[in-house]
């Protein structure tokens, strides 16, 4: 960050002696920031872009108009930490089976598997799956596909069939990777059946290549085996094909959670600036650094760990549970790979918290200098115990942002504080503000989230839509020209945020608004309680403030609910005390793990649950039971 500052006023002639003013700058001059952040960050255009932003309109802003260039060319390219006898990934599985890939070897597997791929007539434009696990074939895979200019997507093998079909069958693919089975939380799940069923659902395939990732003998009348595939191509060249600016690279997808999840089209140009940006500036990454992440590949924060070969770092993948044995598990991999940056969820946070790990005590991590949480907003607590038990000199690095620009919004940077319960930052080249009901700009108030000025990573367009109208429903209502992003926010007179949860689950008794999150940060901040979902009806007529919990074992709802009372009434408001209390067995959850606060919303105020929520996006669907017999 202070190298990037240094070479601005040498180069380019602007001053911004601290982040406050560089954010300035990168959100107003967004011609002169993106075009210094190519030049300083060393991005290969293949053909040099007329300008940097041909139509700053949203949507349908138009950036590096006439450039060409490739994401995979990016994470392969020579480069410091990138040699041939460099480590480019280091991966575990839960059970101990374990890998580590150079640089060298990477590049061949690649060039060897996108041999495969033309041999098995792939082109560009072409959609190529995965169902696979955060493995080291996944990501060979994708590059391969991205190398070509085929366009990826993937799913997490847990996810059912529908829910995978819901996805895959939209965007018409001609060629899947999947593996035989998968392992979790000590137990091993055959694939097989699933893949078998995802060929005769999508009628686009062309051929599937079978990872042998359970067991080496495994088979599929018809698919070919991933291991032979390399063989057969060992050796073959490795190519990139430049592509312009905003060619597609993957598809993500919206949770899906009332209908079809979106398909939401990211461009290799978009990508490979966003991710730079971040990785390098923001995260300080570079060579010798080893970034670890825990995800599944149905999640966005996949997309952004392996991207950590962008800037030379050792990107550390770890497929299982992260609570198989105990919840420790992910600290001992921290350990034993000396991981420098840690991300992470914060209800791992929470759960770690609620056990009393002691990490830094337990485990050598004197390695580690940053730790990144995200999907779910980091209460004050959980700072509190990553500053005592992880260790007062690692930077806490709570971001929030999306799978809709695979970006984040805020979060942190190498110099910018900490502060208790806070993300430290607006990031550079997002301009985030805090709106009021009549698009009017707050400070140190609670706001919807909106982005005033485009970003290179926002969608290029979602899938199947070409005359953007879903795009435009999606993010550019109620505010003309300005992305809300369905987040409530506040922004500090100092530039930090706070998130309080989804804008469209807000909390609002007697004229008071609130996020959810606020009111989970004191409910689950007891032991005694696993887990809640808090429910406001008041839109209906004598509507009620409903608080669902998942008790601990042993523990009786009589007992502690006045102490959780006087809790919310002395932390928030009384006005936030819940009308009744109902234990349920399990939160309904989408498959990446967030609570369905909006389906259950509708579902107790009438909607019939098949128009509330899609069974097949939730990770637990029978948990809905309990919400339809309390309604009835």
């Not at 799913?155 to 001609?174: M, W």
């Not at 970006?407 to 940077?413: D, I, L, S, Y």
């Amino acid at each position: 960050m202070a190298a990037f500052r240094a070479w601005l006023r040498a180069e380019r002639g602007v001053d911004v002696p601290d982040y406050a003013a560089l954010w300035e700058w990168s959100t107003t001059d967004l011609e002169g920031f993106w075009g210094a952040l190519a030049e300083f960050l060393d991005v290969t255009f293949h053909t040099p872009p007329l300008r940097v932003l041909g139509s700053d309109a949203m949507p349908g802003a138009e950036w590096f108009p006439g450039a060409t260039l490739n994401y995979a060319e990016h994470s392969l390219r020579p480069g410091p930490g990138k040699a041939d006898d460099d480590l480019a990934v280091l991966f575990e599985r839960e059970d101990g089976l374990s890998a580590q890939v150079t640089y060298g070897v990477l590049r061949r597997q690649v060039a060897a598997m996108r041999a495969a791929l033309v041999e098995l007539g792939v082109r560009r434009g072409d959609r190529v799956v995965a169902l696979a696990p955060n493995t080291p074939q996944t990501l060979v895979a994708f590059l391969a596909a991205a190398s070509l200019g085929a366009t990826w997507s993937s799913c997490s093998p847990d996810f059912g069939a529908r829910a995978i079909a819901d996805r895959f069958t939209q965007i018409e693919p001609v060629v899947l990777f999947a593996v035989d089975g998968y392992v979790y939380n000590g137990r091993a799940f055959d694939v097989c059946p699933t893949v078998q069923q995802l060929r005769d659902d999508i009628p686009s395939l062309r051929a599937t290549v079978l990872i042998d990732y359970l067991s080496p003998e495994a088979a599929l009348d018809g698919a070919i085996p991933w291991s032979s595939l390399l063989a057969e191509h060992d050796g073959a060249e490795l190519a990139f094909d430049p592509v312009p600016f905003d060619h597609p690279l993957w598809v993500l997808y919206s949770s899906g959670t009332t209908g079809l999840p979106k398909g939401i089209v990211h461009g290799h140009g978009g990508i490979v600036l966003e991710h730079l940006k971040t990785l390098a500036l923001h995260c300080d990454f570079g060579p010798g650094e080893r970034f670890f992440w825990f995800t599944t590949t149905g999640w966005m924060m996949w997309n952004f760990l392996i991207s950590g070969l962008l800037v030379g770092s050792t990107i550390v993948l770890f497929d299982g549970s992260p609570a198989h044995p105990d919840l420790s598990t992910l600290w001992r991999l921290a350990e034993r790979h000396r991981v420098t940056y840690f991300g992470t969820s914060a209800p791992y946070i929470q759960s770690c918290l609620k056990q009393h790990l002691t990490p830094g005590r337990s485990q050598d991590l004197s390695a580690l200098r940053a730790l990144g949480s995200t999907g779910a907003p980091l209460s004050p607590e959980g700072f509190r115990w990553i500053a005592d038990e992880v260790g007062a000199d690692v930077q806490i690095c709570s971001i929030s942002g999306g799978t809709d620009l695979c970006a984040a919004f805020v979060g942190a940077a190498p110099d910018v504080p900490v502060w208790l319960g806070e993300l430290s930052c607006r990031m550079l080249g997002a301009a985030v503000a805090a709106y009021d009901e009549e698009g009017k700009e707050l400070t140190d108030q609670v706001g919807e989230l909106v982005i005033t000025r485009p970003m290179p990573s926002m969608p290029i367009h979602l899938w199947n839509d070409p005359s953007g109208a879903r795009l435009h429903e999606a993010y550019f209502e109620p505010y003309p020209n300005t992305w809300r992003h369905g987040d409530w926010i506040r922004i500090t007179d100092r530039g930090s945020a706070v998130i309080y949860g989804r804008s469209d689950s807000t909390l609002n008794r007697g004229g008071v608004r609130m996020g959810t999150s606020e009111f989970y940060r004191v409910v689950e901040g007891f032991d005694e309680v696993a887990d809640s979902l808090v429910i406001d009806t008041s839109g209906n007529v004598e509507g009620e403030l409903l608080c669902f919990l998942v008790l601990a074992d042993g523990v009786d709802l009589a007992t502690l609910e006045p102490r959780l009372r006087s809790a919310l009434r002395s932390a928030l408001s009384p006005r936030h005390v819940p009308d009744r209390f109902i234990v349920v067995a399990e939160v309904p959850k989408t498959l990446n793990g967030k609570k369905c606060e909006v389906p259950v919303k509708k579902i107790l105020a009438g909607t019939p649950p098949e128009r509330a929520v899609s069974r097949d996006a939730l990770a637990n669907p029978d948990s809905l039971q309990a919400f339809l017999t309390f309604k009835g």
